[in-house]
């Protein structure tokens, strides 16, 4: 039975069963699904995000292999892919508390606490407006430079991200962000891998989500471009040559995504 606990939870839970103190856990309930529950804590003062996995079935297991969709079993994706990143350099967030106990993959109870970033905001909320009030030139081009560098080191490290958007980039807003001076963390990780090396298939799918996401807030050629030379670490002479085949599969992918979303929530449907 993995169980890890730093501070506060290790004093707060000691000589007590975590299992049933997490789930004691008290504040503001993001997601309530039947196998997995997310919310808002605090202890001592301080926030924290707790997730909760209670297994989901052999039913929705198959289910999810059936649609060629790998099913998040627990809290140990998350976990394996925080200690990955931080041990590679890549921000993200911080895990105080982890458990898993069970054997059986369809009924495994597990937990993660990681503690709150705060005050941030993601970077779709914070491109909102790009279209209609371009950002200051220098800060826009940073921010792309270090979205890219940030999933290359994460594809380099073995983590692909499985929800790769720029919503899962924060922007730590305690102090004014320039240019010069900001900081970026990547979150929800809950249904990350984790591997010696990032399949391309998997690199891939990454990538055209994020540019997906990115499709609506102005960017330029000259943009894209930067962002692949971040990324790869390369002349972009030679990107465009080796990856003329990914580059155009990536715009076919995030134009079809854009399709799909677009048809799903047509007529002012809630996203």
Known sequence: MPLILA?????????KDPFTEVEALQGQVYRELEGRRTLRTEVAGRGYFVKIHRGIGWGEIVKNL?????????????????????????????????????????AQHS??????????????????????????????????????????DMHRAGVNHRDCYICHFLLHTDKPVTADDFRLSVIDLHRAQVRSA???????KDLAGLYFSALQIGLTRRDKLRFLRAYFHQPLRDILRDEARL????????ERLLE?????????GDA
């Open 66 to 106: 059936l649609s060629a969709k790998l099913p998040v079993l627990g809290a140990a994706q998350e976990w394996l892919a925080i200690q990955r990143l931080t041990e590679v350099g890549v921000a993200t967030m911080t895990a105080v508390a982890y458990g898993a106990r069970g054997s059986n993959p369809a």
């Open 7 to 15: 501070e506060p939870f290790k004093s707060l839970w000691q000589g």
């Open 111 to 152: 937990f993660i606490v990681t503690e709150e970033l705060a005050p941030t905001t993601d970077l779709e909320q914070f491109s909102l407006n790009w279209r209609e009030q371009p950002p200051e030139p220098r800060l826009k081009r940073a921010l792309i430079n270090e979205v890219a560098k940030m999933t290359g």
């Open 198 to 204: 990032t399949p391309l298939r998997w690199r891939n």
């Open 247 to 254: 580059l155009a599969w990536l715009e076919r992918k995030a």
């Open 260 to 268: 799909r979303y677009q048809r799903k929530y047509a007529g002012g």
